[in-house]
């Protein structure tokens, strides 16, 4: 089992946030700035984004199923993994089988990311993943039916030059017709 719990930083971006929020606003009423009220608002406004990342459920892989928090889905229920252009915080489409749509949000770091991202792709065999078959995403051969019992030949991969193949091609003539290549005649070795 592999668990996966939300990056530890976005509560603390979330404090401060809040914590900013309270400052501007003071700012903002002790001195009678209506536009501070805006940044303010942001403030409070990325703060909730930010506690919303933080209590996101632990996201656990099992060989059997996924879990996302209370929530167990097997392998085989996934029929679709679609990424969205986000890699960190990694968002997920997981269409299972019976056409529902759930969308998974997971708040770590790019190396956590990267790594449940990984495994949802190769635990989930039955799934298109970004539209392509689990075995061709992969890169699997499939197996050869009947009619494909041949095997591509070996590639041929170049050794020598051009001009030390005609050179060992040249030698082999002469070995075929001479016997030998050494220019001694057989009877000096006698």
């Not at 303010?40 to 984004?49: I, K, N, P, Q, Y």
């Not at 449940?116 to 392509?132: E, W």
């Not at 890169?139 to 020598?160: C, F, H, S, T």
Request: aromatic share 10%; glycine share 6%.
């Amino acid at each position: 089992m592999t668990r996966y719990l939300p990056a530890r930083h976005d509560l603390g971006f979330a404090i401060s946030a809040v914590v900013l929020a309270a400052l501007v606003g003071w700012f903002a009423f002790t001195l009678r700035l209506n536009l501070a009220y805006l940044p303010a608002g942001l403030f409070l406004l990325s703060a909730a984004v930010l506690f919303a990342m933080a209590f996101r459920p632990a996201i656990e892989i099992h060989e059997g199923y996924l879990s996302i928090g209370k929530r167990i889905i097997p392998w085989m229920d996934i029929r679709r993994l679609d990424r969205t252009g986000l890699v960190s915080p990694l968002i997920l489409r997981i269409t299972l089988f019976d056409d529902s749509r759930l969308m998974l949000i997971y708040p770590g770091d790019l190396d956590s990311c990267n790594s449940l991202l990984r495994h949802l792709r190769r635990l989930s065999r039955d799934a298109l993943i970004d539209g392509v078959p689990y075995r061709q995403y992969w890169g699997e051969v499939l197996a050869p039916g009947a009619n494909d019992r041949k095997q591509p030949p070996a590639p041929r991969y170049r050794i020598l030059r051009a001009e030390d193949e005609a050179e060992v091609e040249r030698l082999y003539q002469r070995l075929k017709t001479v016997g030998n290549l050494d220019q001694k005649n057989s009877t000096d070795e006698k």
